[in-house]
């Protein structure tokens, strides 16, 4: 019988009540997987509109006056042990959340976010920034206000990242972009001009059947330890993506565009890392408002580390050649370090959801620097184009000819998600970090992997960050788990040693 985690009785009080939302939760999350993998195109006006009424219960639940008095009264309880100290403080924050915006405005960001990204799906097929210009403005100015509600001390913009990553403030970014915008230039001119990594690699335009690579993606995923079927699923999506119906079913996306395999691959073995976060927390988590991944940026480390630092390493390679090899026949033409330059080409580019590891983070920056300038600045959507494309040349050496491959490019902002990028390149800088400390504690790290033993590396991960799901709030977590907060210099020694070395 494992030791109960909840003594106190108000907090047990409250973590009954809570089940309802968790179910409300449950049911959302199924309802929107299906919708991305199942859902017949016309079905979207009758799930969208069950998933509108059930946010609004769940929003009527969280409020009702009994729970809030509950939550209340538990604040003042004295010796709460750590897991009922984070139940208080995940429901005092979505409380506050919750309590922010007044419901008509809630209601008009909403019908503006939908709005305005049936315009950008138009504007961006038509090349066309001019029709998108007046929704973005209006999405910069809802975005403003929702800044306004939420309060912040400093910086508007905090009140956003916040909302993605819990105590994520502009004054925590600042120093850690300027510090890449400092090194990062360097890394990567040393790496174009002298590093083992192509610009390209015929690998690329090599042609797949669907049904060869999900064999593979099965292949490496059974490798990986992945419990399809018992506790997981994989399906196809156009977006890959992640989905936890709870810590027992986690279901993940991935694609297939019949070329340039690795993009499925990867994009497998991204989701995995996702996956691995939710199925590995504590199991008395379950139910409870602190079972779940704590953010966006320490999920996204745990994804980029799968997808990076063990992905794309020279023995995973090594690792996988032989699955390649049986299904995909092309892949014998090549030899195995071939492959593995294939996973690592480095090559400026605009676009960033096909960026490599080295220049992904320069498209977080301008996204950051940009947004920056919207919502505490007050520069205009007219003026963004300009701005992307002489900061972009700036970084990137490279101008976009396209609004489609400049200010267009990503749902984001047409979401009215302003203060989401940051926390990508959180989980880029995080993945080597905890690299740099893996490496530490396991000195045959890369031979494991060499080798398909995950085990350790999993229970490495599982022990220091996966089982605490949200009992902790990130910045802690990060100072509980690797003694040290956002530190850009292991990504950048990673790079230097990787690819210049
Ligand atoms: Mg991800």
Avoid: C
């Amino acid at each position: 019988m494992p030791e109960e985690v909840f003594r106190n009785d108000l907090i047990k009080d409250i973590v009954s009540k809570y089940r309802r939302l968790w179910a409300l939760s449950h049911a959302e999350s199924v309802l929107s997987w299906d919708m991305e993998v199942n859902m017949p195109k016309e079905g979207i006006e009758e799930r969208s509109t069950a998933l509108a009424e059930l946010s609004v219960l769940s929003h009527e639940l969280l409020l009702k006056p009994e729970f809030l008095q509950l939550v209340d009264k538990a604040k003042g309880a004295e010796g709460l042990n750590d897991y009922e100290a984070g139940v208080l403080r995940v429901l005092d924050r979505s409380i506050r959340i919750a309590k922010a915006f007044p419901p008509e405005f809630v209601r008009e960001l909403s019908e503006t976010r939908s709005k305005a990204t049936a315009v950008w799906t138009r504007a961006r097929e038509k090349d066309d920034f001019k029709m998108f210009e007046p929704w973005l403005q209006k999405i910069i100015e809802l975005a403003r206000k929702a800044a306004d509600y939420l309060g912040y001390d400093e910086y508007p913009y905090d009140a956003l990242l916040d909302l993605f990553e819990e105590g994520l403030r502009t004054r925590d970014l600042d120093p850690v972009f300027s510090k890449l915008e400092k090194e990062l230039p360097k890394v990567l001119e040393e790496i174009m001009s002298r590093s083992w990594a192509p610009k390209e690699h015929p690998l690329e335009k090599e042609k797949y059947v669907t049904e060869d690579m999900k064999a593979v993606n099965n292949e490496v995923l059974k490798l990986l330890g992945f419990p399809l079927g018992m506790r997981s699923r994989m399906d196809i999506s156009p977006h890959p993506f992640t989905t936890e119906f709870g810590i027992k079913d986690v279901r993940i996306t991935t694609r297939y565009e019949g070329f340039d395999f690795r993009r499925s691959l990867l994009a497998a073995v991204h989701e995995f890392g996702h996956a691995l976060y939710e199925l590995q927390q504590d199991e008395r988590l379950m139910f409870t408002p602190i079972a779940g991944g704590v953010s966006l940026g320490i999920h996204e480390s745990q994804s980029r580390f799968w997808e990076n630092i063990v992905g794309r390493s020279k023995e995973f390679s090594e690792l996988i050649y032989p699955i390649l090899k049986k299904h995909l026949r092309f892949v014998s033409k090549y030899g195995v370090t071939d492959l593995h330059k294939y996973f690592n080409i480095v090559r400026p580019d605009f676009i960033r959801v096909e960026a490599d590891e080295v220049t992904y983070n320069f498209h977080i920056y301008l996204r950051f620097k940009l947004e920056k300038l919207m919502i505490n600045e007050g520069v205009k959507a007219s003026e963004l184009p300009e701005l992307w494309n002489d900061e972009m040349e700036r970084l990137l050496g490279i101008r976009p000819k396209t609004y489609r491959e400049g200010v267009l490019q990503d749902i984001h902002w047409a979401h009215g998600t302003i203060g989401y990028f940051p926390t990508y390149t959180l989980g880029t800088l995080l993945a080597a970090q905890i690299r740099a400390h893996i490496i530490k504690d396991i000195s045959n790290f890369y031979g494991l992997i060499k080798e398909g033993k995950f085990d350790p590396i999993k229970s490495w991960l599982r022990e220091k960050i996966h089982k605490y799901g949200s009992i902790y709030p990130p910045k802690e977590l990060l100072m509980k788990s690797l003694g040290e907060g956002v530190n850009p210099e292991h990504f950048l020694n990673y790079l230097r040693e990787k690819y210049l070395s």
